[in-house]
């Protein structure tokens, strides 16, 4: 009973910080439509605040707390409102979720910038004093951290039920016009509930320091827990978000108790919070269509078919160049790009083309991976086995939560993530806690592909190939069909469209290409691991597709390299690896809201230097004369055409119009046989 006691306490308090994070999420949701990936970095930078005022400039805990909590957080609440997610709510949720993952990003490399890695500690408050319950001692900082919960649950019911600026805070979101009709001030309530969020996110990382210690990830990630709770609640509900997050703080703690600790079901003490996030989700109730919100995406410029294999062509002719001057090493960094782009070409399906999020792209290419590397068939029938087994996994996540959209869709690939992170691929039968998997490289009838060069320009092939596909697919009626999905849901279902299975077959179809550009990396690398396919790798991986733009296959190619290009600057520069993920989420977050990225601005000027040189070059190249159709009039003469000549079959009468004259008599007209 005292060990049964003890877990329970250590429960509630994980859950009352749970509380706490999650209150504040439901709060700017609430009242913004805005959700917050960002949350758990919001209060992990908080965090790292409060340890350098009180421990490193040695002030006194209580003043730490008060600029902390009643001074930074919320003018850094104030400004990304007022200056970053101002009107992302009434936008596509792709756009407003894509803004707080670079918000995400971008704070995690500023703490990295800032405070570099190094041991940090943060003591408890109250640290001497606590209290015994049986046979159970229960730590001040414990019982604070709980009491504080209840008072924040209790403060933002009575604020959002009870007050003139609750009613504004809620009334915000419904009707902001017809509020500032009335004389209320939308901007101002929206500012407030940021500015109340981003504090309570600080003192959920405060309270939650001193056990799980100063961590750039591990904080993050700790308060992304939350997000269950916040789920159960519906985002609505303050009284469900606070039951939902004391009792997965119980269920997490009972989990590391009495959960195996060896074998299979190791991982699932790790996973309690993605599978709570997970059953919640899958029992949300069916998503309503938003009418009256036609928000459509000027889409980046659709290249001709002609011009696609033309420029297609020229992307391997360059890869062949350079697989002829460079050394293996930089060939895989080359291939790696390739995989890269493959994986982002699958985001221009879901993002760019229907306006679905993915935050666990990546991890359908390990998924890829795992499979090219366990069927021991390095050739074609291995490598397209191993896509269509990650389709079909890409539509089992769809699948559950067809009935949803948006939101809940995207937060459902992020509990699929951490699920594959924790889990599955650290189990016996995957790649196995730290360990690794040997793939061959593939075999094109019945030879090897053992050369590095030669493998990469396959690998450029299938990267072509796929682009092409991918254009074709936009051309026609399914491209049409994905952009009205993408800028009106509400007027697909008005016309009798059902968009659910449609989302599954997309979900499946990108999930596959993720799996096949994995399974080529795989090949390229011939030895994997877990670490290769992280959760929180999909994160750069996103935005690095939205910043170069998401629309695009150009995008694609562009965001492959960028990413690639990250690892290596960090690695000769490692005091700017916290500053060049700063700089990539805070482009994300200046780019969000134009998914052509910096793609468009390719095409732009494209279309200016053809503007200023195009007809100087056009004029200076020698075109070549046509060959000159010929034909026979009805005396047998032949007759030189160059224009459109109309074919009449033998035995057919002459249609009216203009005829070809016989040259021995002007008068009688012949006709094309």
């Known amino acids: 009973m005292s060990s049964i006691l003890s877990f329970t306490i250590l429960g509630l308090f994980t859950g009352a910080a749970y509380a706490i994070a999650a209150s504040g999420l439901v709060l700017t949701y609430t009242t913004t439509r805005v959700f917050n990936i960002a949350h758990g970095a919001f209060g992990m930078v908080m965090a790292f605040t409060f340890w350098d005022f009180s421990q490193r400039q040695h002030m006194p805990t209580w003043l730490a707390l008060v600029l902390v909590l009643g001074v930074i957080a919320p003018g850094i609440g104030w400004f ?4 970053v997610t101002r009107g ?3 936008g596509p949720v792709s756009v407003s979720l894509v803004v707080t993952v670079g918000l995400f990003v971008g704070l995690i490399g500023v703490a990295q910038y800032i405070w570099p890695p190094a041991p ?3 003591p408890p408050f109250l640290a001497e004093e606590g209290l015994r319950i049986g046979g159970t001692y229960v730590t001040a900082h414990q019982i604070i951290t709980i009491a504080l919960s209840a008072v924040v649950a209790a403060a ?3 604020l959002l039920n009870r007050t003139r600026v609750g009613t504004a805070m809620r009334a915000s979101v419904d009707n902001p016009v017809l509020l500032q009709l009335f004389g209320g001030k939308p901007d101002m309530v929206a500012s407030l509930s940021w500015a109340i969020g981003i504090s309570l996110a600080a003192l959920a990382g405060i309270l939650l320091t ?11 990630l700790l308060v992304i827990n939350a997000y269950a709770a916040a789920m159960l609640g519906r985002l609505k509900s303050l009284p469900l978000t606070f039951v939902g997050a004391m009792g997965l703080g119980v269920l997490q703690s009972f989990a590391v108790a009495y959960l195996p600790s060896e074998g299979n079901l190791a991982g699932l003490r790790a996973v309690v919070p993605a599978l709570f996030l997970f059953v919640v989700i899958v029992a949300m109730p069916q998503a309503q269509l938003r009418i009256g919100q036609v928000k459509g995406i000027v889409s980046a410029p659709l290249p001709t078919l002609p011009r696609s294999v033309g420029w297609g062509s020229a992307l391997l002719v360059l890869v062949a160049v350079l697989t002829m001057s460079m050394g293996d090493a930089d060939l895989l960094l080359v291939g790696t790009a390739a995989t890269y782009a493959m994986v982002m070409l699958s985001l221009v399906l879901l993002t760019g083309y229907s306006g679905h999020v993915s935050l666990a792209q990546f991890t359908f290419a390990g998924v890829g991976a795992l499979a090219y590397a366990k069927l021991d068939e390095p050739n074609l029938f291995g490598l397209f086995v191993a896509a269509a087994i990650t389709a079909g996994v890409g539509a089992l996540v769809a699948l559950p939560v067809l009935r949803l959209t948006g939101l809940y869709l995207a937060l459902s690939t992020l509990a699929f993530g951490m699920l594959m992170d924790k889990m599955v691929f650290q189990a016996d039968f995957a790649f196995g806690f730290n360990g690794t998997l040997r793939a061959e490289r593939l075999s094109l009838l019945g030879r090897e592909i053992s050369s590095t060069g030669a493998y990469v320009q396959v690998m450029a092939v299938f990267f072509v190939l796929m682009a092409l596909g991918l254009l074709l697919l936009r051309r026609g009626v399914l491209g049409r069909l994905l952009i009205a999905m993408r800028d009106s849901p509400a007027a697909c279902g008005t016309l009798g469209l059902d968009m659910r299975w449609f989302r599954v077959a997309l979900f499946g179809l990108s999930a596959g290409m993720a799996g096949l550009a994995g399974a080529l990396f795989a090949g390229l690398r011939g030895t994997i691991g877990a670490a290769d396919f992280q959760l929180f790798n999909s994160l750069p991986l996103l935005l690095l597709a939205v910043v170069c733009g998401v629309t695009s296959v150009t995008g694609a190619a562009l965001g ?15 005091e700017l690896a916290g500053l060049v993920f700063a700089v990539l989420g805070f482009g994300a977050v200046a780019l969000g809201r134009d998914p052509n990225g910096l793609a468009n601005l390719v095409f732009g000027l494209g279309r200016r230097l053809d503007a200023r040189f195009g007809d100087r070059v056009r004029a200076a190249v020698p075109v070549l004369p046509l060959p000159q159709a010929r034909v026979e009039d009805d005396s047998g003469t032949a007759v030189p055409l160059a224009g459109p000549v109309l074919i009449v079959p033998e035995g057919e009468p002459s249609p009216p119009g203009p005829s070809i004259p016989s040259p021995s008599s002007k008068e009688a007209p012949a006709h094309v046989r």
Do not use: A
Not at 80 to 83: A, H, I
């Open 80 to 83: 990304v409102q007022r200056f």
């Open 88 to 90: 992302l709510g009434e």
């Open 120 to 122: 940090r500690t943060v």
């Open 156 to 158: 933002l019911y009575g």
């Open 210 to 220: 001193p056990v799980i210690g100063l961590s750039y990830y591990d904080l993050t």
């Open 560 to 574: 492959g390299v960028g990413l690639m290009l990250l690892p290596v600057l960090q690695s000769s520069r490692p």
